[in-house]
């Protein structure tokens, strides 16, 4: 009997595990909501990082707003994002303050090389592990908010390998910070929740 039962409830948990079929807005939400396991955070020191793991289809939908997508105008919009790998930080700081790079500056100065590092030298300083290889950061874009909101993201793609996304392997962000005083940090994105990344449908 107890056999039986250990069989229904891996038949269970096969079934639980099935890939979702979800329309635009929900597929880039999806992305954006920690139950996915694509959104790792981690606090240290005076700061919050969070990394979300996107596909190429993610950033072309944030590309049109999600309105009025059509099949056409998306695969257009797809052509700019395919063949990378895309990844999402966020920093900010614990007490919420306006910015986040402001926190434990000691002059002006070093605010402006917090600024200048994300700007101009952070690239070479991320890097994606598929599974065991090593892929280098292509283009970092590094949004300023300049205090308006109390966050401040950082854009990345990385080239896309022959295995792609859903090749049964973990993906790690490694930083190598340079200025924050948090060192090496690493966010790691587990291959069964990989596996569940939806598939996208149009109306």
Same mark, same amino acid.
């Given at each position: 009997?107890?056999?039986?039962?250990?069989?229904?409830?891996?038949?269970?948990?096969?079934?639980?595990?099935?890939?979702?079929?979800? #329309?635009?807005?929900?597929?880039?939400?999806?992305?954006?909501?920690?139950?996915?396991?694509? $959104? &790792?955070?981690?606090?240290?020191?005076?700061?919050?990082?969070?990394?979300?793991?996107?596909?190429?289809? &993610?950033?072309?939908?944030?590309?049109?707003? +999600?309105?009025? $997508?059509?099949?056409?105008?998306?695969?257009?919009?797809?052509?700019?994002?395919?063949?990378?790998?895309?990844?999402?930080?966020?920093?900010?700081?614990?007490?919420?303050?306006? +910015?986040?790079?402001?926190?434990?500056?000691?002059?002006?100065?070093?605010? !402006?090389?917090? &600024?200048? !590092?994300?700007?101009?030298?952070?690239e070479p300083d991320f890097k994606l592990l598929?599974?065991?290889?090593?892929?280098?950061?292509?283009?970092? +874009?590094?949004?300023?908010? !300049?205090?308006? &909101?109390?966050?401040?993201?950082?854009?990345?793609?990385?080239?896309?390998?022959?295995?792609?996304? +859903?090749?049964?392997?973990?993906?790690?962000?490694?930083?190598?910070? %340079?200025?924050?005083?948090?060192?090496t940090v690493k966010f790691r994105f587990d291959?069964?929740?990989?596996?569940?990344?939806?598939?996208? %449908? #149009?109306?």
């Amino acid at each position: 009997m107890k056999y039986i039962i250990a069989i229904l409830t891996l038949l269970c948990f096969a079934s639980c595990q099935e890939r979702e079929i979800l #329309f635009p807005i929900d597929y880039v939400q999806w992305f954006d909501d920690k139950a996915s396991g694509l $959104v &790792v955070e981690k606090e240290l020191k005076d700061f919050v990082f969070k990394a979300r793991l996107m596909t190429p289809e &993610v950033m072309a939908l944030r590309d049109l707003k +999600h309105e009025n $997508v059509t099949v056409d105008n998306f695969q257009s919009t797809l052509k700019k994002f395919g063949g990378n790998y895309y990844v999402q930080v966020r920093i900010s700081d614990k007490e919420g303050n306006k +910015h986040a790079l402001d926190k434990g500056v000691t002059s002006q100065n070093e605010f !402006y090389q917090r &600024v200048a !590092y994300f700007n101009f030298l952070a690239e070479p300083d991320f890097k994606l592990l598929a599974g065991t290889d090593t892929l280098h950061c292509k283009l970092l +874009h590094f949004e300023n908010t !300049y205090g308006l &909101v109390p966050f401040n993201d950082i854009q990345m793609a990385f080239p896309a390998d022959a295995g792609g996304l +859903h090749s049964n392997r973990d993906f790690t962000l490694i930083w190598d910070d %340079k200025v924050l005083g948090v060192g090496t940090v690493k966010f790691r994105f587990d291959k069964e929740d990989i596996q569940l990344i939806p598939e996208l %449908k #149009f109306r």
